[in-house]
């Protein structure tokens, strides 16, 4: 898993060469601020609720969940003419989480959340919408939808998760976010 940093974004200091960062237990707190898996898991929650409990651990914009917030917000009023309705759900992928320490007790966390973007209209006769033609590429039968499509997203991301003690905020360190398969009906 790698991802390109954000303009801006300092990464923390971690242990020397030599004494090497330890690698930390995706799924324990110990001092950190919120144990890595969940700490991701809030992210992905924040994702698609973006007025959710969790999204308060972040700090600063993330140009990533904001695209996500306006794609879902542009496919709802794209189809409110035809009574479309649009899903937002994203979730980790635990498989693709590590996690080490820094020299200030915080950690240094890498994962993937997947996205998956469900947009439905009413079966009515005569009603459909148009997907962008790429999406053949990622696996639609075809680019007219009549009923539903769904669009699965990988997002790789990593996070600086402070230390409880520093009284800082979750900060995202890098994140891209990729169409990777799309099906229709």
Known sequence: CWVRLLAGATMPE??????GSPVLDIQAE??????PEAALSAYAEAKDNPSSPG?????????????????VQRWGEALAPIEGQVGPSSSV??????????????????GTIRSTLT??????????????AYFAALGASSTTVTQAATIEFVQPIALAIPAKSSGTSIEVLGVSQLPVQATTQ
Not at 59 to 71: E, F, N, Q, S
Not at 122 to 130: D, E, K, L, N, V
């Open 14 to 19: 971690t242990a020397p060469a030599e004494t």
């Open 30 to 35: 110990g001092s950190l601020m919120l144990a």
């Open 55 to 71: 999204s308060a651990s972040f700090a600063g914009t993330d140009p990533a969940r904001d695209a996500w917030v306006g794609l």
């Open 93 to 110: 992928d635990a498989s693709q989480t590590y996690a080490m320490g820094t020299a200030d007790g915080g950690a240094i966390v890498l």
């Open 119 to 132: 947009l439905t209209i009413p079966s009515a006769q005569g009603r459909s919408f148009t997907l962008a």
